[in-house]
């Protein structure tokens, strides 16, 4: 059974700092793999999709990395603002159309 | 275009009380997920579908039912509830399985 980790559970961060949050797991057989954000009270929204051929994905100030043969991804953010507070959530698709979700970092950027 | 809605938003259940829970999508997906989030634990899979007239089990199945009649429509049902089942349950739907998934607001159930 797939397993996914995310650490830390919770970071605490100055404005405008670079920072990397981390998703590992325990399965390398993905077939792709989504960070997400979530605010409080409120449903998921998707923020990169990286397929299990692709290394990588970036949107705006964000960038997700993917090592599948040492069951990594990373998601950095660069230049962190109060708005980016929130939890951020990794999930990992297998190959049998099911997902499996850490219990996400949640981030505090303070002004 | 609306999304992802589901209905109701918030609901108190009594012990072994039965309910559904109906998720609706307008963009024509054919992907349609049932999660249930518990704190600390992350999201698990309940209950998914591939298209219209399917569905399939996914991570925690027990003590719950799916129906897909429609192809917008994504029906969870809990037959007997038990103080197990209090969580916040999300759906989700994707055009398919390589696609972002697009997420509704959440049910936040009760049961006592």
């Known amino acids: 059974k797939q397993e996914v980790t995310q650490i830390p559970a919770a970071l605490s961060v100055p404005e405008g700092e670079n920072l990397v949050l981390n998703c590992s797991f325990t399965?390398?057989?993905?077939?792709?793999l989504q960070w997400f954000r979530q605010d409080p009270g409120k449903g998921l929204t998707s923020l990169l999709l990286i397929q299990s051929s692709q290394r990588e994905q970036t949107s705006g100030r964000l960038n997700a990395s993917l090592d599948k043969s040492s069951g990594r991804s990373t998601l950095y953010i660069a230049a962190s603002q109060p708005g980016d507070s929130a939890t951020y959530l990794c999930?990992?698709?297998?190959?049998?159309?099911?997902?499996?979700f850490g219990s996400g970092t949640k981030l505090n950027v303070k002004p | 275009n609306a999304g992802v809605t589901q209905t109701p938003k918030f609901r108190v259940l009594k012990t072994g009380q039965s309910m559904t829970l109906l998720c609706a999508q307008d963009?024509?997906?054919?992907?349609m997920y049932w999660y249930r989030q518990d704190p600390g634990m992350g999201l698990r899979l309940i209950h998914y579908?591939?298209?219209?007239?399917?569905?399939a089990k996914g991570e925690v199945p027990d003590g719950y039912n799916v129906s897909r009649l429609k192809k917008q429509n994504f029906l969870l049902g809990l037959e007997s509830a038990a103080p197990s089942q209090t969580s916040v349950y999300f759906c989700a739907s994707s055009h398919n399985f390589v696609d972002t998934q697009y997420f509704g607001p959440g049910t936040r159930l009760t049961v006592l």
């Open positions: 963009m024509n997906h054919e992907y």
């Open positions: 999930a990992v698709g297998d190959n049998f159309n099911k997902f499996y």
């Open positions: 399965d390398s057989a993905i077939y792709n």
């Open positions: 579908s591939v298209g219209e007239g399917t569905t």
